[in-house]
């Protein structure tokens, strides 16, 4: 019996961290980056320009160095950061010091390119 209690006091207090910690973060603003923006407050679809500053097939990852971003739940300031990809055939084609224009949105709660236009 106070095994059971044991679990269900756990698993209270875990769900309970977890729903307050998604409240806290949404629409959180870091230093200018805000996450979870309404689409029709956004400039939804927008394309960033950017400069590759490292490709990491094996993780997934790009590195850009990047104007505002502003799309349809992500907004943040210049700066240069590595993203996740959505899917690996975006970053194929590109190389270190490639000129690009992407898109990044929420994807399971982490800012990831979603749409990259890569050189010719």
Do not use: C, W
């Amino acid at each position: 019996m106070n095994k059971l209690i044991s679990a269900v006091i756990t698993t209270g207090a875990i769900v309970a961290t977890n729903v307050y910690a998604q409240s806290m973060n949404k629409g959180m603003d870091m230093g200018g980056i805000i996450m979870d923006v309404p689409a029709q407050v956004s400039g939804a679809n927008t394309l960033t320009d950017g400069e590759v500053k490292a490709v990491s097939k094996p993780n997934k990852t790009i590195t850009l160095k990047h104007g505002a971003i502003k799309s349809a739940t992500v907004q943040m300031p210049p700066m240069t950061m590595t993203f996740p990809v959505r899917d690996s055939s975006l970053i194929e084609s590109v190389k270190q010091g490639d000129k690009v224009k992407f898109n990044v949105e929420l994807v399971q709660g982490t800012p990831t390119v979603t749409a990259l236009n890569a050189p010719k």
